[in-house]
T-cell receptor, first 114, second 109 residues
């Protein structure tokens, strides 16, 4: 149990366009979902925390208007990178938790902005 | 400030050569220490949760232990498929995880 999927796994987009990444908990209902960003050979950096039906809580320094998070149900959260630029290129990973502290991670999405 | 420090940054072992990875933590009120495995280009895979000093958990060739200041991930007779980055994390605040920088483990055949 505790399987989390992400779609797409890889996306290439042009500068100025928007990209949506989906995160789904497949076999459990997630009370909370998280979005992380990871640069090469670095650890995970938390971007935001989202609970179903409420506004996401963003970490300091993360632009809310650039990284839009929607948590429409207990099994689905989406991250939209708006007006993407090359510096937004990164590995984005979501995670989900139930009623304990363990977070279960998705496989990640590699975003490349050209 | 809550902090997690992992050592070494990188470790190369021969197949069958046992060793340990260290995770030192500073947190006000430990609510859980987690170990994850991350392969290149993939999301972290959950391994263990430890809640209190003295607790131990095992899975195949891996064994995680916890004291009041640090956790160890012992790997016994590792195989090449154990090569990965191992991440340690603690709970911060209500539910966030604070991660260490990870240990890149390479097992040579």
């Amino acid at each position: 149990g505790a399987v989390v999927s992400q779609h797409p796994s890889r996306v290439i987009c042009k500068s100025g366009t928007s990209v949506k990444i989906e995160c789904r908990s497949l076999d459990f209902q997630a009370t909370t979902m998280f979005w992380y960003r990871q640069f090469p050979k670095q650890s995970l950096m938390l971007m935001a925390t989202s609970n179903e039906g409420s506004k996401a809580t963003y970490e300091q320094g993360v632009e809310k208007d650039k990284f839009l998070i929607n948590h429409a149900s207990l099994t689905l959260s989406t991250l939209t990178v708006t007006s993407a630029h090359p510096e937004d290129s990164s590995f984005y990973i979501c995670s989900a938790k139930r009623d304990t502290y363990e977070q279960y991670f998705g496989p990640g999405t590699r975003l490349t902005v050209t | 400030e809550d902090q997690v420090t992992q050592s070494p940054e990188a470790l190369r072992l021969q197949e069958g050569e046992s060793s340990s990875l260290n995770c030192s933590y500073t947190v006000s009120g430990l609510r859980g220490l987690f170990w994850y495995r991350q392969d290149p280009g993939k999301g972290p895979e959950f391994l263990f949760t430890l809640y209190s000093a003295g607790e131990e958990k095992e899975k195949e060739r891996l064994k995680a232990t916890l004291t009041k200041k640090e956790s160890f991930l012992h790997i016994t007779a590792p195989k090449p498929e154990d090569s990965a980055t191992y991440l340690c994390a603690v709970v911060q605040g209500a539910q966030k995880l604070v991660f260490g920088q990870g240990t890149r483990l390479t097992i040579n055949p």
